[in-house]
């Protein structure tokens, strides 16, 4: 692994770079919406698969476009009577810088402009917050809210130098088009990797987390002990058939794939307490199983008010009851989105409290930044110093409530899908629990993180 850059100070040493807290929410937002609540209708995804494997040969805007498909096809739902689609992607795909137009045209809904959001891991909440957002506010009736990564479709770009180079080699002839032929550096040809470290830091993800497992005093063993939870839940939620009806089958050059790949039946402590650290191999607690791999996917969700939902006869999953996005230094402890988006979340949600919800969907990134997060949950010298205590502490979580069918660790994480498959998953568990009030919250790149409260009734 090569060196990291070595990241920007904290902000404590820069003056005046002193953190600050979110603002207060504005008033209290009970059931977005009003009365004629937001609804999310139905969701489904397509299977999630290791990179490079068995999606490998689907592009973005075509697995996007089978998951959309077959979403209005299952609920009847005519193309036409689809106003708008918010698609969610985090990797962009230079043919297609635009995925949710690209997937209204393979449907042919003309009329549906389509507009892509990106809000790096919680693209997929941003995509239906916005979808609530439009509705709300009466611009849409309707709206398909989805997201979608394919890491295997990650452009691969070269050195600028090299560009230059092939430009000039156009308009070149004759001694000309030879000089510029020997002055081409043959390791120049060789392609630029996709950027995986934080532009602002200089560090990766990994780094980050790790940096966080360490001041919160995050053991590697709590860490393999929630991943290999996070393992068992899915694997026994499918085996159980509870994700049957949310994924759906995918056609490939090479064959239909149908299934999620990522989950594993069994992992054996004793073989992952062997694994090597990836991001600090000398003092590192982070390894390979307790992080999310990198993920192929996609999924996606109907959004309309709970009136038009009855007049078209649909069942519901559940309504949106309020959303909030928040953002922090992402020089310290850049993965503690969860903890500064929830709180304004719950507030506009009429001031609830963690103990008032029965479902909670935390995005797994990591299972230090999980574990973190639930430390700072209710920490009150956090809330105190970095939110300006304009939030009391949430207090400790019940782990019963916890991603009760698996998480990111098991499913994987194709960046702007992963929202919605919480979202929705999280409407699903409700239902099947026999309870109302759910949590979905993501941390993000960049410092943010997103929170959104559902309902079932």
């Not at 990198?294 to 008010?305: E, P, S, Y």
């Not at 479902?359 to 990134?365: C, G, K, N, Q, T």
Request: net charge neutral; with cysteine.
């Amino acid at each position: 692994m090569a060196t990291p850059k070595t990241p920007r100070p904290a902000a404590a040493t820069l003056p005046g770079t002193e953190p600050t807290a979110p603002p207060a929410a504005a008033g209290v937002h009970i059931r977005i919406g009003g009365a004629d609540r937001i609804a999310i209708v139905a969701g489904v995804r397509s299977p999630f698969s290791r990179s490079f494997d068995v999606l490998n040969d689907v592009d973005p805007v075509e697995l996007s476009t089978q998951v959309a498909r077959e979403l209005l096809f299952r609920l009847e739902i005519p193309m036409q009577d689809v106003d708008q689609i918010v698609w969610g992607t985090v990797v962009a795909v230079p043919r297609s810088p635009n995925i949710a137009r690209e997937v209204a045209l393979n449907l042919g809904m003309w009329h549906a402009s389509g507009f892509s959001v990106s809000r790096a891991c919680a693209s997929g909440i941003q995509a239906v917050a916005t979808a609530a957002e439009m509705i709300a506010s009466g611009q849409c009736e309707v709206i398909v809210a989805g997201g979608v990564d394919v890491v295997s479709h990650a452009p691969v770009t070269y050195k600028k130098r090299l560009v230059d180079q092939l430009q000039r080699l156009q308009r070149a002839k004759g001694l000309a088009l030879v000089r510029e032929l020997s002055s081409v550096n043959p390791l120049d040809l060789l392609p630029t990797p996709p950027a995986l470290t934080e532009r602002f830091t200089g560090l990766t993800m990994g780094e980050h987390a790790e940096q966080m497992a360490q001041n919160f005093g995050i053991t590697r063993a709590a860490q393999e002990e929630f991943a290999i939870g996070s393992h068992r839940k899915a694997h026994a939620a499918t085996q159980a058939g509870l994700l049957r009806d949310e994924i759906v089958t995918i056609q490939t050059p090479r064959g239909p794939v149908a299934a999620d790949n990522l989950i594993r039946a069994d992992m054996d402590p004793d073989k992952l307490a062997k694994l090597k650290p990836v991001f600090d191999r000398r003092n590192g607690t982070i390894t390979a199983a307790t992080s999310s791999a990198l993920t192929d996917g996609a999924a996606a969700c109907l959004v309309m008010r709970a009136s038009k939902a009855k007049a078209l006869g649909l069942p519901v999953l559940g309504f949106v009851r309020s959303f909030a996005f928040a953002g922090q230094d992402p020089r310290e402890n850049m993965l503690l989105g969860n903890v500064y988006s929830t709180p304004v979340a719950l507030q506009r949600a009429g001031g609830l409290g963690l103990a008032d919800l029965d479902r909670v969907e935390i995005h797994e990134a990591f299972a230090a930044q999980v574990l973190s997060n639930l430390k700072m949950f209710a920490s009150e010298k956090f809330f105190a110093e970095k939110l300006g205590g304009r939030h009391a502490p949430l207090g400790e979580l019940d782990p019963a409530k916890l991603n009760v069918r698996g998480g990111s660790l098991a499913f994987g994480h194709p960046f702007a899908a992963t929202g919605i498959r919480m979202i929705t998953g999280l409407l699903r568990t409700l239902q099947a629990d026999d309870g109302n009030l759910g949590l979905a919250t993501a941390c993000a790149a960049g410092g943010m993180g997103g929170a959104i409260v559902v309902e079932r009734n």
